[in-house]
């Protein structure tokens, strides 16, 4: 499978990191001086390098919008269905991150038309949850910090010999959100999930990549992850 589940209004995409704090290797893509970020397109489009901005009007309150998110490409990005951003390259080392207002996590993310864990509304108890599934092989949580919000970080795979067709509907599962599922692409893919509180809100920035991504792609997926910041 080599889409990319819809993930919410809010949801964006890019790379994945190769450190489980805000300090990656290598600094984030910058800007030209004075430039304005640009707003990110809502269809599917190649990307010009540059800063784009996403807006999160549901989240906003009377007086006080909410923080946009600001991430910053470099040439050989796109934007997929207005919600996932990727490199464009072939499907074995495409990279995609998505964010997400997570509402329910499947259970075991073969067998994911059993039950659902409601996680309450903290990046403690999503981490916690999240850490705990079955066939996942994710590390303990630890506390990270990205684009000035705290929160927790954890990295889980799909295992390497599963076979999706022996799954509910063919389908490998993760969680939900309000609009739509996360499913996975492939046996052995890593997600690099970055749980944040941004001003009482939970977002969850999930960054991907499949089993043959090499150092390189992990590395510019990195340094992009790294350029996210919050700014009203």
């Not at 996403?54 to 910053?72: E, M, N, R, S, W």
């Not at 990279?95 to 996590?105: A, K, S």
């Not at 939970?202 to 792609?217: F, G, K, N, S, W």
Request: hydrophobic residues 40%; contains cysteine; proline residues 8%.
């Amino acid at each position: 499978m080599t889409t990319y589940a819809r993930v919410s209004a809010m949801v964006v995409a890019i790379a994945v990191a190769l450190l489980a704090s805000a300090c990656m290797a290598g600094g984030p893509p910058t800007a030209a001086p004075g430039a304005t970020p640009q707003a990110m397109p809502s269809g599917t489009v190649d990307l010009k390098p540059g800063t784009y901005a996403v807006a999160f009007p549901q989240f906003d309150a009377p007086g006080k919008p909410f923080p946009k998110l600001l991430i910053t490409v470099p040439d050989g990005w796109r934007i997929n269905d207005g919600f996932a951003l990727s490199r464009n390259s072939d499907t074995q080392r495409r990279l995609v991150v998505t964010i997400w207002d997570v509402v329910d996590v499947y259970a075991n993310g073969c067998r994911w038309l059993g039950p659902r864990i409601h996680p309450g509304q903290t990046a403690d108890e999503l981490a916690a949850v999240l850490a705990a599934r079955p066939l996942r092989n994710a590390t303990a949580p630890v506390t990270v910090s990205l684009g000035g919000y705290q929160g927790k970080y954890v990295e889980w795979s799909v295992p390497a010999d599963i076979n999706f067709s022996d799954c509910d509907n063919g389908l490998f599962k993760s969680w939900n959100d309000v609009e739509g599922d996360r499913y996975q692409q492939g046996p052995g893919q890593v997600d690099r999930l970055w749980i944040l509180d941004v001003e009482g809100r939970r977002l969850l920035v999930d960054a991907t990549y499949m089993p043959e991504a090499i150092d390189q792609d992990r590395a510019e997926l990195a340094t992009v992850v790294n350029s996210i910041a919050f700014k009203r």
